[in-house]
């Protein structure tokens, strides 16, 4: 199975940073990863799918990058409603498997 | 709108087979799409265990391929997963969930039911 990473696995933030979360995949996915959001008590949120495309009714701070094995998700202006866990998704082949999250919490 | 809602026991003896359905709103299952499990221990991350097609196909977590089976009920509208065998180790929230067709993303989701597995 294709193992995910994520960089970094928490890191603090204030309101308006800019924030990146990188993600890894033990083999080449092409463009086929995901990024979902989830707060404390929730379902996960689908952000981003196909590496850069964005979910309909997220807000265009969130933007994703990469292709083959590297990966990133950005948000600018960091709001707090975005306090959250981030998870990235291969969706290449099954079965599917799943970064095992950053954590941005409030500097 | 797309909703999905999983039901099934809240508690489970070590040993014996939970099995929990997932009911869909607001779309057909018999229509297309891949429908799936995910679950994820208290305080953990997120685990795939499993997804199939309408018609019938499945693909499996090989960790739990052993122990799981999907199936779903067109007739209902509903789709479902069986663990056996269960542990300690399997109590967690399960989520179902939608596959998006083409980038075979989670497109939506229900609300989790948490599985408790304890004597």
């Known amino acids: 199975a294709i193992q995910m990473t994520q960089s970094p696995s928490s890191l603090s933030a204030s309101v308006g940073d800019r924030v990146t979360i990188t993600c890894r995949a033990s083999q080449g996915i092409r463009n086929d990863l995901g990024w979902y959001q989830q707060k404390p008590g929730k379902a996960p949120k689908l952000l981003i799918y196909a590496t850069s495309s964005l979910q309909s009714g997220v807000p265009s701070r969130f933007s994703g990058s990469g292709s083959g094995t590297d990966f990133t998700l950005t948000i600018t202006s960091l709001q707090p409603e975005d306090f959250a866990t981030y998870y990235c998704l291969q969706d290449y082949i099954y079965p599917r498997t799943f970064g095992p999250g950053t954590k941005v919490e409030i500097k | 709108q797309v909703q999905l809602q999983e039901s099934g026991p809240g508690l489970v003896k070590p040993s014996e087979t939970v099995s929990l359905t997932c009911t869909v709103s607001g779309y057909s299952i018999s229509s297309g799409y891949y429908w799936g499990w995910i679950r994820q221990p208290p305080g953990k991350g997120l685990e795939w265990i499993g997804s199939m097609f309408h018609s019938g196909s499945t693909s499996y977590n090989p960790s739990l391929q052993s122990r799981v089976t999907i199936s779903v009920d067109t007739s209902k509208n509903q789709f479902s997963l069986r663990l056996r065998s269960v542990t300690a180790t399997d109590t967690a929230v399960y989520y179902c969930?939608?596959?998006?067709?083409?980038?075979?993303?989670?497109?939506?989701w229900g609300q989790g039911t948490l599985v408790t597995v304890s004597s």
């Open positions: 969930a939608r596959e998006a067709g083409g980038s075979g993303s989670l497109d939506f």
